[in-house]
């Protein structure tokens, strides 16, 4: 049985990871600092049923540790403590438009607070770092579909500089330390469990209430929309494929994807860009009610597409995301009904 750290393990994607690695009879240590940026209560339903999953028979063991990751005495005594063999680094702060009115958030908790794991990481000698990043590193790149081996020095938001410098700090700890961290740029996750501030649980809570919709650059974003199951069955194979040096890597043209050191970069995203409009419409669809659309102007660090090129993740661990969005949709307006018993 590994003994796996799982951070941000009330958030939405780490709650899904921390049901994936108990279903596989981990040990799972799940930390979260149960920050107020979205719903507290929501953040307690989900460890109330990963504490009610791991007593299920069959399942591996859950402990809910509340903890900030910017807090460098707890982390350490953390580490120190359990002696971890994988770590899954999902805790951070998110969201790009709230970046421009709390960047400190951003810098303690995903500059900080990421310093505080790879520290860990260090210290213990963990296994593996697997660590999330962002689509949003991609910054003002234009060329589709985005692949690893793009450079990325021209971030849009402060969140994605963060991302951006959570990569460099990774690979300069497997570069020192020999420590194996691998890198995940996720594109625009949804499904059940989701977070309130993200367009598919915006967007359906406006069209149940009868309330309009905010929806930016007039209908016209792409986005490589990625079903949360899909996102977790990538990251459950990589922590098992621990990056080791590349021996064709090269100085003199360097791959930024990966490294003579142990060090990796994959993007997990379903590869077919869809229109905001349609994502609308196939909401209209599935709740049986048309939206009232308040057609805005492009904000301040969106980007006006993304689309995942996600062949690196299919060579090396054979796994490409592949839910439809009309599928992905329908899950989550059922979940999103079945929750708020509406």
Known sequence: ????????????IGFHVARAFLRRGEEVIGLDNLNPYYSVDLKR???????????????GRFEFVPLDLADQPGMTRLFDERRFDCVVNLAAQAGVRYSLENPQAYTSSNVTGFTNILEGCRRTEVGHLVYAS??????????????VGDTVDHPLSLYAATKKANELMAHAYSHLFRLPTTGLRFFTVYGPWGRPDMAMWLFTRAILAGEPIQVFNGGQMRRDFTYVDDIVEAIVRVTDRIPQPDPEWSGADPDPATSSAPYRLYNIGNNRPVELGYVIETLEA???????????PMQAGDVPETCADVDDLMRDVGFRPDTPIEVGIARFVEWYREYHKV
């Open 286 to 296: 599935c709740l049986g009610r048309k939206a009232i659309r308040n057609l805005l």
């Open 45 to 59: 339903d989900r460890v109330r049923l990963l504490e009610d999953q791991q007593r299920s028979a069959g399942q």
């Open 134 to 147: 962002s689509s949003s590193v991609y910054g003002a790149n234009t060329r589709m579909p985005f692949s």
């Open 1 to 12: 049985m590994r003994k796996v750290l799982v951070t941000g393990a009330a958030g939405f």
